[in-house]
């Protein structure tokens, strides 16, 4: 996270940590399912994961909830033929199963999903929050979760980030993609598929739903692009009730 | 030993009997025959009453007669001159002289035979209630057709006892009614009810005629009914005296009517019928009785369905309803069966969610499901209250039976984050 501050699990309980070697981060929206970018699991069709930590040092993992993973769900659209040499992002979506139910509690809590309504329609200027343990302006990744207040900013502005040895203009932007930051406060390496938190409309207390997933960008510290989460709620839905357990139903 | 006949002669006959001598005869010949008795000589000093000498024939404590004088045959075929018959098989002959027999009368000479007795006859009670027969040395008594001789060989009566009458409805008459009843009978009837039911006899006053009572009050001819320990009668007269409608609060009831040797009254005819008894009716909490009747009698058959929210438990079985059927004893089959409440036992725990243990889990009453707040709510808002319902289940308003599902809240951190914006 760059341009964040320390923070710790209470405030993102739905925040999960993809140990390496996916070093990454996810979103609980379920006893059972927990939400990621797709390019974090593409390689890892079994990830074990952490719930209610604030510290990933290893000792203290010993503390929190170990998530195993039953099946991983990638959507239909990504592409996975073009990971060595990626420049397509749209579809960065994926689902995790978990075998055992989560136990939720003051650290651990799922994130809401937008529903189809327009309301949970991301708009320019919105601010979102998101979380990680990756990069920071200072480190390569951090044992302290991060967070940050962001806003959602025309995608042109994403299109318009000169990354050092990138060419953005290769790059393939869709409607699926939600551009976010400013300059200073950005996502990183190692944040990939955390939650883009923004507060639920017309909730007198506050509640946040999943408004987009930590995907990619050209360079840290400016503006990063989000999976539009709004768009693969039908696609999350269906997975989740055709792979639930007859208990769950 | 009795003999068929004999002779008798005063003491020194035919020579002058002696003064002062008492002599006597006891006479006998077989039972069934008497005595015929005739002196065919007879000369015994002559005074009044014979109070000198005399013969006397005397049978049982009854002089037949006393002779004295002297006889001469008054036929000419016959030498009899005097003569007795007695229908005693018995018979004593004394004779008795005084202190003189100065003329020297020579006494008498008689003979006995033993004769026939027509025990038909010859006395004035009759031997036989109805048809008497004679013969030598004896009698014999024979009946009408449809009698028959009692033990006693000499009275009639009619074979009238032992029909049992087991219909539940029925009617009995004394035998050949309304004509004259039979004398000398003791008829006796039997009413045999199924157990359950009570005889109850009916009886019309014009329907009962039968030999009044005497001046003390007894029946010669009665009726009579027996029920167990209980006794009605005996009733006699002309119109029935007892009560007109008899319960006898038994299923079976002997009907004694008995005769003597006089009468000819027409009799009585009595109708019955069985009475079931009655079970009582139970107004029983929680439930309804099917047929509902204001009285309930043996055999009637009744549907006991327990009211909503109540059951009937047989062994581990619930049901909501039983059959109870009135029994014999007047108790209802079943009796221990109750309608009681349903219990719809300890709710099922759920996950991430409990209820308060409840004062009790009966028909009616409710749980309250909660989930572990503030990170679990109920996915269905209103569906943690289930109530006890009649079938034993659990149910909500909106779930129905389902369980309320506790489900994670979403988007709610414990913390607010607070960004150091730079």
Redo the contacts between chains.
């Keep these: 996270i760059f ?3 320390r ?2 699990i ?5 925040q999960v940590y993809f140990p390496p070697p996916s070093r990454a981060g996810g979103a609980l ?3 059972y399912w927990v939400l990621t970018a797709a390019h974090v699991v593409e390689n890892n069709p079994y990830p074990v994961m952490y719930a209610g930590t604030t510290s990933v040092v290893t000792s203290h993992l010993a503390n929190a909830q170990l998530l195993t993973a039953e099946q991983v769900f990638i959507h239909p659209g990504w592409d996975m033929d073009s990971k060595d040499s990626r420049k397509n992002f749209d579809n960065d979506i994926a689902l995790v199963r978990l075998k055992e ?2 136990k ?4 651990v ?5 937008p529903s189809n309504s327009v309301e949970f329609e991301p708009l320019e200027g919105e601010l979102g ?1 998101i ?1 990680g343990w990756g990069r920071t302006e200072k480190r390569q990744s951090v044992n302290q979760l991060m ?3 962001l806003p959602i900013v025309p995608l042109k502005k994403c299109q318009e980030v000169e990354g050092d040895g990138v060419n953005i203009k290769t790059y393939v932007f869709t409607d699926n993609m939600i551009c976010a930051g400013e300059k ?2 950005d996502s990183c390496g190692g944040d990939s598929g955390g939650a883009f ?1 923004v507060q ?1 409309p017309h909730e007198e ?5 999943v408004a987009g997933l930590v995907s990619w960008g050209a360079k840290c510290g400016t503006y990063g692009i989000y999976t539009r989460v709004k768009n693969y709620v039908d696609w999350i839905v269906q997975t989740m009730q055709e792979n639930s357990t007859p208990s769950e139903d | 030993e009795p003999t068929l006949h004999g002779e008798i002669l005063s003491p020194n006959y035919p020579q002058a009997y002696p003064n002062e001598v008492e002599q006597s005869w006891d006479l006998e010949v077989p039972e069934g025959y008497g005595i015929r008795l005739y002196f065919t000589h007879l000369d015994i000093e002559l005074s009044e009453d014979c109070a000198y000498d005399s013969v006397r024939i005397i049978s049982g404590d009854f002089e037949e007669g006393k002779l004295c004088g002297q006889r001469t045959s008054k036929n000419p075929n016959s030498p009899i001159v005097e003569e007795f018959q007695v229908p005693s098989n018995k018979l004593r002959v004394t004779f008795t002289s005084d202190f003189s027999n100065e003329e020297r009368f020579t006494g008498f000479a008689a003979y006995y035979v033993a004769v026939d007795i027509d025990e038909c006859t010859d006395f004035v009670d009759v031997p036989c209630s109805h048809f008497c027969n004679n013969f030598l040395g004896g009698y014999f008594c024979s009946c009408p057709p449809e009698y028959f001789l009692h033990d006693d060989m000499k009275t009639c009566g009619v074979n009238c006892s032992g029909e049992v009458f087991t219909e539940l409805i029925g009617e009995i008459t004394s035998p050949n009614y309304p004509s004259p009843y039979p004398e000398n009978s003791r008829c006796e009837y039997q009413i045999l009810l199924e157990k359950g039911f009570q005889v109850v006899v009916t009886m019309r006053r014009e329907d009962f005629d039968v030999e009044p009572a005497d001046s003390e009050g007894n029946c010669p001819d009665s009726l009579v009914f027996v029920a167990g320990d209980r006794k009605f009668g005996p009733y006699c007269g002309n119109g029935f005296p007892g009560p007109l409608k008899i319960e006898t609060k038994s299923n079976t009831l002997d009907v004694i009517f008995q005769t003597d040797h006089a009468g000819e009254q027409k009799g009585w005819k009595l109708r019955y019928y069985g009475d079931p008894i009655p079970c009582p009716k139970e107004t029983g909490a929680h439930s309804v009785w099917e047929p509902d009747k204001a009285k309930y009698v043996f055999k009637d058959v009744v549907k006991i369905t327990c009211m909503e929210g109540f059951e009937v438990v047989q062994g581990n079985v619930g049901s909501t309803s039983f059959y109870s059927t009135c029994q014999n004893n007047g108790q209802w089959s079943n009796s221990k069966l109750k309608c009681q409440p349903v219990d719809c036992s300890l709710p099922e725990s759920i996950p991430h969610g409990s209820f308060e243990e409840p004062a009790n889990t009966l028909f009616g009453s409710v749980i309250r499901y909660t989930c572990e707040e503030p990170y679990y709510s109920m996915q269905t808002e209103g569906g943690g209250d289930y109530r006890c319902t009649g079938n034993g289940s659990w149910v909500n308003e909106l779930l129905g039976t389902e369980l309320p599902l506790c489900v994670p809240v979403c988007g709610v951190p414990s913390e607010p984050f607070v960004g150091t914006q730079r």
């Design positions: 341009g964040g501050s923070t710790k209470q405030s993102f309980p739905w929206i379920d006893e139910p989560v939720m509690g003051p650290m809590s799922p994130i809401c999903l929050l979380s967070g940050a207040k200073g406060t938190a639920h207390n506050p509640k946040f739903y």
